[in-house]
């Protein structure tokens, strides 16, 4: 399985736009790429997966270069309430099987 | 609603208990995974089911048995619990073959002391 490499930690003030790399050298034809968001306490919530170019939906875009060797979350207008882990992931749609990196702890400040 | 449901929510054991976690989904999704996930850490996968009948190993899956008992129900049976395994344990479904996110339940948190 693909690997991914995330910074540990980003900062931001609200309304600011966020984005956040991932790195996947290694991922496969059939992989597709898959951000979570988690909150203290809670399972990790699907926001956004892409193949390929950009994906938008009504709460981030994800922005795939042609060779998918890494890939961007944008998260437009942070406010305090985005403050959470954010996990990138690489897998194959069909065995459905994703590992967790250590993902990016984003802390939106006022 | 519609979603993944972990039961109990909160369970202290002391070392060598044994104990059953629960998970059901009610989306009629294939795939059920339990993932464990320790404090300021990721999750780590133990086990996994890919279709009803089948289940395999995950990253760590030492300690664990887990048993696919219908298409809805997963469960994770810890035989003689040790304090390394106090933790989160989440469980998650996805329709495999469908490029869609995982849909997790809210956790079960494990203390053995």
């Known amino acids: 399985l693909a690997k991914t490499t995330q910074p540990i930690s980003m900062d931001s003030y609200e309304g600011q736009e966020v984005n956040i790399t991932c790195s996947h050298n290694?991922?496969?034809?059939?992989?597709?790429i898959t951000w979570y968001q988690q909150f203290p306490s809670q399972g990790p919530r699907f926001i956004i997966q892409?193949?390929?170019t950009k994906v938008t939906n009504e709460v981030a875009s994800l922005f795939i270069p042609a060779d998918r060797k890494s890939s961007t979350l944008s998260l437009p207008r942070v406010s305090l309430s985005d403050t959470a882990v954010y996990y990138c992931?690489?897998?194959?749609?069909?065995?459905?099987?994703?590992?967790f990196g250590q993902g990016t702890t984003l802390q939106v400040k006022p | 609603n519609a979603g993944v449901t972990q039961t109990p929510k909160f369970q202290v054991l002391k070392t060598g208990q044994s104990m059953t976690l629960q998970c059901a989904q009610d989306?009629?999704?294939?795939?059920m995974y339990w993932y464990r996930q320790d404090p300021g850490m990721g999750l780590r996968l133990i086990y996994y089911s890919a279709s009803e009948g089948t289940t395999d190993k995950g990253e760590v899956p030492n300690g664990y048995n887990v048993s696919r008992l219908n298409k809805r129900e997963f469960s994770l049976r810890l035989e003689s619990a040790a304090p390394s395994q106090t933790s989160v344990y989440f469980c998650a479904s996805v329709m495999a073959g469908e490029n869609y996110g995982y849909t997790f339940g809210s956790g079960t948190r494990l203390t053995v002391v």
């Open positions: 892409g193949y390929k």
């Open positions: 290694n991922i496969a034809t059939n992989d597709y």
């Open positions: 992931l690489v897998g194959d749609g069909n065995t459905g099987k994703l590992i």
């Open positions: 989306m009629n999704h294939n795939s």
